[in-house]
């Protein structure tokens, strides 16, 4: 089963890093976020990848066409233009890299690579979220369930405490940074089936795959969502990434399945 990332957005909302490189190349512990997202997929066996590319996406070319010689040891005879490899580090990966055009919307970037996944069952991701999430058990939960379409859904911890108070101001219940208010949301880490592109005919150039096609599929009754209560985290603002970074140097990062 393929996995396809979706790599093209302009990462607006963290451009301090984004002015320079896409939001998928922003490091985690030295190594791009795609990069970990890769790993978590290899690790259960699936490590052949399509990836979306828009904006900056030749950067994203040239970092994994050249990952075998940045994770190697090699000599090189000039006069000759002879490499050498000794000793390589890379990964196992097979990588398509699909030019999906610089301002397309999310569903426009999964039609352009239906030809890439053929009539396969495939899945799909954002870019810019790891998780500890039982990919088998993903799997199995969508196979299961017999539907077109299977998304990953997460609760978000409060990032706030939250306070009740009597008429007089006297705080009556005080709780640090509750689990949420209950609410299931998308988190990603979808499951497709190839009959999902019937949703996507047409001119989809424009439209999101969250606001259209995932809302007629769901209203088909055909979207299962696959309940994880795990570590979950999107790269959505500078504060999510030295959160993250401050996790993988202190080896407490739970998306570290490898």
Known sequence: ????????????RISEETVIKPKPMIEIGGKPIIWHIMK????????????????????????????FLYNSDVTVE???????????????????????????????????????????????????????INIPEL????????????LTSIQLPGRFGNIETNDKGIV??????????????????????????DYLKGDV????????????IANDGQLAAYRHKGFWKCMDAMRDKIELEELWENNNAPWKVW
Request: proline share 2%.
């Open 78 to 132: 000039l006069e000759k233009n002879v490499v050498d490899v000794h000793y390589t580090n890379s990964e196992s990966f097979k990588v398509t890299l699909v030019d999906t055009g610089l301002e397309t919307n999310t569903a426009g970037r999964i039609k352009k690579i239906e030809k890439y996944v053929k009539n396969e069952t495939f899945m799909l991701t954002y870019g810019d979220g790891v998780a500890d």
């Open 139 to 150: 799997v199995k939960f969508h196979k299961t369930s017999a539907k077109l379409a299977t």
């Open 40 to 67: 978590i997929y290899a690790q259960h066996g699936y490590n052949e990848f399509v990836v979306c590319l828009g904006y900056k996406g030749h950067l994203l070319k040239e970092y994994f066409i050249n990952y």
């Open 172 to 197: 009556t219940k005080f709780q640090e940074k509750p689990e949420g208010d209950g609410v299931w949301i998308n988190g990603g880490f979808f499951i497709l089936e190839p009959k999902i592109f």
């Open 1 to 12: 089963m393929k996995v396809v990332i979706l790599a093209g957005g302009l990462g607006t």
């Open 205 to 216: 150039e424009e439209v999101q795959w969250e606001k259209k096609p995932l809302i007629e």
